[in-house]
């Protein structure tokens, strides 16, 4: 039997991703236009055991759009991850009269989703909001976009300074376990090389690569490395090359939570109001512990479990191969 549901609560958790704000936006205006109450939760999953909670209108969320960030905050919360503490938060929840949870973040933010709405039958929906875009269910996650764009920018600008002075650089990236940011920025940044988790490079492939460049007469190069590259990261690679190739002057750049910043691209903005808007749906519908995502052009509901379980490499071959090439 289907609870009516008459109060939603909205948080974000785990890493901030731009466009957060433009979802919890969408969230908040659909709730209100369809005849509900909306509390945010501060702070994330720690805002639930603290009761950090207050009621939101249609003024609450307005001019945010163009804001990076959270304005409900965010935080780790190793007390939610216990028995004891996800029962506190839903004697809050049940305190405050909140029916239902949506919830904007990545794997560990649906994870403690998961076993929450399991252990108290609370009905919740996950929106995908990460820039390592690592989540199976949906093609894009909310903040993807806007970072890769951030890195690009970055790039651009370390390549006039690499082809002036006639250096190396070895530019780190996000990506512990994704590559999608180095592969995607790599190729529209013209980088030389790109080394990911997912494909382990050996250094002296990627010596050899360097030195065909040099024999070319390239006068500078750049190489993306995923932070969770297999090779230990950017300062490892440079040194290593460095140790074995002196034919330029090599540097690093680490861009580091540069990435997570900043206002949102319009596909940002539009993706996560279409993700909230749809989240708001999926509850009203009676519909729980799913994530609703983005494929193709179409939004599609993933069961939680499903995506966080899923580990589908998302690079396409065809971008492996075209970076090889390019």
Do not use: W
């Amino acid at each position: 039997m289907i609870k009516e549901i008459k109060k939603i609560g909205v948080l974000t958790s785990g890493g901030d991703a731009p466009g957060m704000n433009a979802c919890i936006r969408a969230v908040v205006r659909t709730a209100l236009h369809k005849g509900l109450q909306v509390t945010g939760i501060y702070h994330g999953y720690q805002g639930l055991i603290d009761a950090n909670f207050k009621e939101m209108d249609t003024r609450s969320v307005s001019n945010i759009i163009q804001r990076g960030g959270t304005i409900l905050k965010t935080a780790r919360c190793l007390e939610f991850k216990t028995v004891e503490g996800r029962k506190q938060a839903y004697d809050n929840l049940k305190t405050a009269g909140i029916d239902a949870l949506i919830v904007i973040g990545g794997d560990g933010t649906f994870t403690g989703a998961n076993f929450f709405s399991k252990e108290f039958e609370v009905p919740i929906v996950g929106i995908p909001g990460t820039i390592d875009n690592d989540l199976y269910g949906s093609d894009y996650t909310i903040g993807y976009d806007t970072a890769n764009n951030t890195v690009i920018e970055a790039i651009d600008k370390i390549r006039d300074t690499a082809a002036s002075h006639e250096r190396l650089f070895f530019v780190e990236v996000m990506g512990r376990d994704s590559g999608c940011i180095a592969l995607n920025a790599g190729i529209a940044g013209g980088a030389e090389a790109i080394l990911l988790p997912e494909k382990e490079t050996a250094i002296d492939d990627l010596i050899h690569h360097l030195e065909d460049g040099a024999i070319k007469k390239k006068s500078s190069s750049i190489v993306i490395v995923a932070e969770g590259d297999q090779n230990g990261g950017a300062y490892y690679v440079a040194k290593k090359v460095k140790e074995k190739f002196n034919h330029y002057d090599t540097k690093v750049s680490i861009l580091g939570h540069l990435q997570r910043g900043g206002a949102p691209t319009s596909f940002d903005r539009v993706l996560a109001s279409r993700l909230g808007f749809a989240a708001v749906n999926e509850i009203l519908a009676g519909n729980t512990r799913v994530t609703v995502g983005l494929r193709g052009n179409e939004i599609k509901t993933t069961p939680i479990e499903e995506a966080i379980s899923n580990k589908e490499i998302k690079l396409s071959p065809d971008l492996l191969e075209m970076a090889e090439i390019l």
